[in-house]
Every structure is written in structure tokens, then in C-alpha cells.
């Protein structure tokens, strides 16, 4: 199972749903308080449903994050999945966050704390530049969601009118 983060112009939400749908089959897509970010689940795994959405011509989709994780926006929840989803990797990596809706939590704190939890417990480097993995973070209100992935893995499509 994959948990998709993805966006598409505000007003725009129920075009990106149908075209979740057509493109992965399976899916349960939720809106959220924010005009434009939807939250996906499939039961497909990450390459298939990153291989499909790639072959999709999409006209309402701009990003796509493919995540692990969807659990509560706390940090030391949030570290404990980075490193468990980060052992076994060899090669440098970069901690990305977005936060909305949630106050108590910034983009570079979570940023610091989870690339320092990575390298004090894995020795892995930080390389903010071209990391060979990107520890994804979206935090939506009170939820994170928290992925690896290869910088390849983040879909970016251009929508079209």
C-alpha cells in the first residue's frame, strides 16, 4: 500500500480524483482543508503506481509524493519511521518537509531533527544538493505522511487548461 500526496490547481480537486482513479484503478482519495492537496490510498505498490501515473496524460495533476507512512505529525513518531525506512541505505540523502495547517511544527525543525536522528544512529551523509534518497515529509494538520524516495520518485507533471 502507497499513501500519494498530491496536488492540482484549487477548484481543480475532482478532475485529480478521476484521474487518480482512471490512472491506478484502486484508490480512496480524501480532500483536505487545503484547496488543491488530496490525500491518496492504493493498494499498489510504490514503482506501480509511480509507472502508471507516469504513462497517464494527466490535465489536472501537478505533484505527486509517493509515501510510506501516514501517522501522526509528531517528531519523535516521524524520526523512528525515518530511520527504520532509511536502514540498509548506503549513499548520501536530504530530509524535504512541507508543512500545512500545523503550528507547532516547521519545516526546518523537522528538517534538523530527523537528518540528525538519520546520521547520529545510521552514519548516512547529508547532501542538500543531489542526495541519492530524499526523506519526504508532509505534514497535513494533525497527520504526517513520511516516504524514501529517489529524487525520480516525486512526480511533477505540467497542467494543462
Not at 4 to 22: K, M
Not at 124 to 148: M, N
Request: a neutral charge; charged letters at 35%; proline letters at 4%.
Amino acid at each position: 500500500m502507497v499513501v500519494l500526496i498530491v496536488t492540482c490547481p484549487p477548484g481543480r480537486e475532482g478532475d485529480a480524483i478521476l484521474e487518480l482513479e482512471w490512472a491506478l484503478g484502486k484508490v480512496h482519495v480524501r480532500g483536505t482543508d487545503w484547496g488543491g492537496v488530496l490525500i491518496a490510498e492504493t493498494p499498489l505498490g510504490k514503482d506501480e503506481a509511480i509507472k502508471r501515473l507516469l504513462s497517464f496524460e494527466t490535465q489536472a495533476l501537478q505533484r505527486v509524493t509517493p509515501l510510506d507512512y501516514l501517522l501522526p505529525a509528531g517528531i519523535e513518531e516521524m524520526e523512528e519511521k525515518a530511520v527504520e525506512l532509511m536502514k540498509g541505505k548506503t549513499g548520501t540523502f536530504a530530509v524535504r518537509a512541507k508543512v500545512r495547517g500545523n503550528k507547532k511544527l516547521g519545516e526546518k525543525e523537522i528538517e534538523r531533527a530527523l537528518g540528525s536522528r538519520i546520521v547520529k544512529e545510521l552514519d548516512l551523509r547529508v547532501d542538500l544538493s543531489r542526495p541519492d534518497w530524499v526523506v519526504a515529509v508532509e505534514v497535513i494538520g494533525k497527520k504526517a505522511g513520511l516516504g524514501v524516495l529517489r529524487g525520480d520518485e516525486i512526480l511533477k507533471f505540467e497542467v494543462k487548461d
